[in-house]
Each structure stands twice: as C-alpha cells, then as structure tokens.
C-alpha cells in the first residue's frame, strides 16, 4: 500500500527511512510526493562529430578505449578516452577523484558524459573537464542520461545518509515499478476536464521522470492544481462548518446605530464603510454567526465600522466587546469609544490587566449583570474567564498575525457571538484567499475624503543635512515626529547606526527639545510610559524600532523618519507611514536609504513613494519578493505548498478555490460515487489539519 512505511522500499531501510522522515516523508505516498527542486537537461545525446566547442552541454554515449594516469608535471589527473558509435573520440580528464572514477570506468565499458566541449587546436582530440558520467553497463535502469534530470532538495539529513539526488532517482523509479499501479487519479474527474489537466498518475510519473519539458510542464501544472485544489477543499469545509454555526440573530438596525451614524458621527461614511455595514447587517440577521474581516489601510475608518457592529448588537438588546492587541491600544480604543457613546448614553467599560482587584471586580460584576454593555480589552477578555450576560458582537482589531487556527481558537468562547476581524494590514487577493480563506473579506479601498495624502521622499545619505532641515522645521512648529531604526544594537558585519547612537545623535543636534526612546526589549510597562509621554506631548520626538508599528495615535505628529528603509519590508514600511498623517497637518514620511542597495530594494523603496494604496504596495512587495518571503506569512499561518506557488500560481488558486466551493456546495459530504477516490484521498491526507478545526466551534 502506498501507506507503508517509507523505509521498506527498496534502497531507503531504517537510516534513510529515518532521514527522510525529518523531511515529512513517511510513507510511499509522501516519496512519490518529494518534488524536485529543479532538474538539469541532459536528453540530448549528441553524436560528437555534431558537436562543436561553445555548444550547450550535451551527452556524449561511447565506449571506453583507454585510460591514463598522468602523473607528469604539477598536478596528477586522469585521462580517459571513449569512442562513439561512428568512431570519433572524445577525452574526459580529471582533477579529482582520480583513483575512484579510475575504477569504476573500466576499459570496455559503454559509458556516457555530459559536459560542455572545450576549445581546442585545430588536430587535438575533443575534449570534456571533469564531465558528469554514467556507468551504461552497470546493473539497474540508466536513469542519468539521455534525460531531463529531477534534482531533489538536499538537506544535510538526506546528504548524510547517501540519499542524494542519483539515489533518490533510482529510489522513486523504483517504487514506480513495484507500486505505480496502485496510484490513481485523485481529482474529480469533472475538475480534470475543466482545466484540461493531465491524468494523476501520469503526472506524478511525470514530475520524477519526464520525457520533455513539455509533459513535465503539463505534469507540473497538474499537480499544483491539486495541491491547492485540496488545500482549498479543506478550508472550503471548514468554511462550509463556521457558516452553520448559529448565531444570535439582530434585529436589524435600531435607534443606537441610526443616530450614531446620523447624528454623532460629524461626517458621512465612505461608500467602503457603507458596503462593510451593509455587509454585517445582513450577517448578524439571518441567525448563522458571522465571520467578518474588514481589510483596510491604517485612517479608512475601521473604528466607526467597528462601533456601528457594537450597536447592532445593543439595538438588539446584546452586549459587545471590542478588543485589541494591546493595553494601550484597548485604552485608546476606549477613550474613543466613550467620546463617540457619551451621547448616546452606552455604558462602556474598560477590562485591562493593571487595573486594581476592587475595580476589576466591579467591573467584572457588570459584565456579567448587563450593566456593562460594551466591554473594551485585550484578547484576554474573550479568551479569560469572563461572564457576558449575553455577549453577541466580538470586534477584534488588528488581527493581522492570526491564521486560520489561531482564529479558532480565539472564537471558542465567542459560541454564539459574531465576530468582526479588522486588520490594518491589506494583502494580496491570492494571500487573502489562503489565509484568510475561512472568512468573509470586506475590503476598504478608500480613505475618507479631504485627508491630504502624506509626501514621502527617498532620500540617500548625502541628504541627510534635507532631512534635519524638514524635522528642525515642523519640531519648531510644535509638532512631532518619529525616527525608526530596524535594529537596537549593532550587528557585527555591518556598520548599523543604532537606535541608541541616533539617539545621542539627535540630542547633540536638537538639543532643545525632548526626546525618548523606544525598543523591543523594553518592558510593556516601561513601553506604555513612553508612548504615554508621547501622546500627552511631553517628548516630542520618539527614535523607536519598529514596536510602534502597531501602533498608539498621535494626532500631532506629522514627520516619519526610517533610518535605513531598504531593510524593512514595503508593508512595514507602509504601517509605518500610517503612523503620521493621523491629524489635520500636511505630513511627511522620509526613507533614508544607504549607498550600497540592490536594484530590487530600490523599486521596492519607489514602490512606496509612488503610492499611498497599501493593497497595491502589498501587492508588489509580494511579487519582488516572493511568497515564500512575504512579511509576516509564516505568522499569518500560510501553509507551505510543496509544488504550488500562490505568487506565481494565483490564477491556478482562484480557479481552485472556486472548484472547492462548487464541490462542497453540491456534494457536502463528499459521498458522490465519482468522489469516492478524491475523498478516500482527501481524508486520508487532510483528516489531521480538519480535525484540529472542527473540534472547535
Ligand atoms: P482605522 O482604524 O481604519 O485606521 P480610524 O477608524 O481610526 O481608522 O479613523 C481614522 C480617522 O478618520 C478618525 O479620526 C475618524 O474619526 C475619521 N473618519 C472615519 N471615517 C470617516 C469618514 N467617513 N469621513 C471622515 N472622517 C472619517
Ligand atoms: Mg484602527
């Protein structure tokens, strides 16, 4: 069965069995999954008198004539002549390994090389350095010549144990011989046929050991389809399971959330704004919970949308909770909530860790009676032992390094509540649909009008005296600004300014006003303070590495300054600059950028200067950076594809995406006879991760 054990195929035993296992692979089913990394083409078997110095590489196939060992001079090699099949001859010499290579091409034998032909004078006999070579008399298939060769990524647990690429070769053919007929075809056989794909078994055979590019091509696009096909599948499901969960059905827009929006709020909202609520209106009324995420740029007004969910919930006689990731955040939160609710006469209250046991309690005693209709805190709120009397609308803000089952673990204790996700952080279409995959997604595609966007410049060192002169200007107009630095200490190779030296740096030059410091390992207390002093404007300039990213409102604050912009991500940098801009100033985003930098990291500065649209930034880090890459990914739970690359396969992904969607809606149990195969397959591989989903919620 291709469930067995990996290390009963022939060639692997215990030691590799055990190697191959650091990789993932266990069983047969897994070998035949170990893709290669690359592959080298070696098909052309050449006739030498065809070939030419200044070609390609080429295999040529001959027998051995003769072989010396040259001892004269310097430096030993060893020579050895072959014939072709018309009698021309070509001489192999090497370096290295002479005895080894001495023994195992003994005159007689037929024997390829591959290897690019030197140049020589006019009369000389051909020749190759050091060509890769193929014993053709030796016992087994000749699996190195005359083929496009796969190329298996290494690992020094699989180079240790002799599992290198001509092994596994040899390994994987094998198991095609003894176990091949076992394969089938996973794919719904409908699925093939709408994208015109290549039978499974064919493929797999294919991706080992191709017969052209073409076919390896076809073989390759086959099999990403179904990698993501069934990767799509499981979230489908998962998707399929969080929309039949019950929810506590509103009743609809009420007199809170009517005069909120008419009435306090100074402005009208954003047709971005409009789509969100209208959204969430007909989530929370049609008793299924709902599973929200507003995706959108820092100043698009999230908080509002947020707010106007809490008083559907209250409309309807339930109580809200708003949480952020931080104390700080969740007291600012809070102070703008009680400002936007004074009038209307909400009761608010405010759950943090600092605050004293007698508060605590009391207000813990309120959460519980219903006196406290919005609840304001940090994760813990949900995730603690709090008591709602009848909690019904979760907003949770800034949930951008949460994955799939991080977030489902955070709605446990929701049961019935809905949840609004609200990330500041846009990706790309193809991340979203991984990552954010079980959710609904409302993006936010526009600020409110009148906001002026801020001017960022990219500026290189010889300009540093420009940038001083701009801070030196807007510090004296009484605002504030930021300096950033991407690390706190000096890194060993590099000549980093630091933090701490911008800092002592900046005190010389401005000596008259204050300035503090903030970094990474501050404690969160000690982190509060400064960012407390900063707000309240008792320092006006804050040096800081990147813990402000997430970060605390400073309307007055009009000056990012990014010391060494190349070594941040573009989304980084992006969040960055959302931190100013935030009042009704002209604001200003500076990236200083070193001398030495490559040309991708300058496109990618550029990127920034010449847009303000963070799906579009986020949609070109990705590309210039690749998936694999992509900031903050690994924490975002994106899984890792085998063969499937969601960058360069994002048509491949949304065709897949929706396929899984069709197939759950049609066949939700998967118990049609013509995905009896693909389901056996499905359960087989993606029980585990299903699993872990469906037991909560
Ligand atoms: P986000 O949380 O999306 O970063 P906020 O909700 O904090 O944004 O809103 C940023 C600022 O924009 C706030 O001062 C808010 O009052 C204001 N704002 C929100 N919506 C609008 C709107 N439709 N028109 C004008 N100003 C708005
Ligand atoms: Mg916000």
Known sequence: MLADDVQ??????????EALGTHGIRTCGDLLHFFPRRYVDKSTIAGLRDVVPGMDAVTIIGRVLKRNRIRRGRRP????IIEDARGDRLKGVWFNAIDWIFKRLPEGNRVAFYGKLQSARHGQMKSMAHPDFDNLDEDGPSLDTGRILPLYPGGMQLQRVGLKSRRLRRVIYGLFLSRGLELWDNLPPWARQRHNLIDGRVALRAVHLPKSYEELEKARERLKYEELFFFQLAIARYRQHLKKIAGTRFKGPGQLYETFLNRVLPFTLTNGQKNALKAICTDTTGGYRMNRLIQGDVGCGKTVVGVAALLLALDSGYQGAFMAPTEILAEQHYANLRQYLEPLDVRVRLLIGKQRKTVRTRILQEIASGEAQIVVGTHAVIQQDVTF???????VDEQHRFGVLQRASLYEKGKSSHVLLMTATPIPRSLALTVYGDLDVTAIRELPSGRR???TYLLKENRRASMMDLLRRELAAGNQAYVVYPLVEKSEKVALQDAENGMKHLRNALPEYSIDLIHGRMKQVEKDAVMERFKNRETVLLVA???IEVGVDAPHATVMVIEHAERFGLAQLHQLRGRVGR???QAYCILMASYQRSQV???RLKVLVNTADGFKISEADMKLRGAGDFSGTRQSGLPEFKIADIVEDQALLIAARKDAADLVARDPTLEAPEHARMREYYLEHYRRG????????
């Open 77 to 80: 090699y060893l020579e050895i």
């Open 8 to 17: 009963y195929v022939k060639g692997v035993g215990p030691r590799r069995g």
């Open 389 to 395: 009397k009848n909690l019904a609308m979760a907003v």
């Open 453 to 455: 966007p801020i001017k």
């Open 601 to 603: 990291a300058d496109e």
């Open 690 to 697: 299903e699993g872990a989903l469906f037991a909560v919620g």
């Open 583 to 585: 009042g009704s100033q």
């Open 545 to 547: 590495t990147t813990v």
